[in-house]
């Protein structure tokens, strides 16, 4: 299934180490990829790459993550710079 979704290379192809992975306490899963290539993929404690995860705290760590590379690379414009569309502000009407 890997195959499909991602190019694949081994981990010393990619400027890897080649040192043999083992399981860190509570990970179930790990994939690797360097230089847009899936390096490295392991499965533990029973599940594979049809487990379901539920990921939902990772998620802000990973978008915060990306968020920053993205500054840095000027992909985005600097946190000072104007929202694109500005939200209208929401007002209460008395009753």
Known sequence: M?????LTALLVAAGCSDAP???IPRFKSLLVARHGRLVAEYYFGGTDSTTLF???SVTKSVVCALTGIALRDGVLPGTAA???TTPRRC????S
């Open 54 to 56: 539920d990921v939902r």
């Open 21 to 23: 992975t083992a399981a």
């Open 2 to 6: 890997r195959a499909a979704l991602w």
């Open 82 to 84: 104007p929202s694109p």
């Open 91 to 94: 007002t209460r009407s008395a």
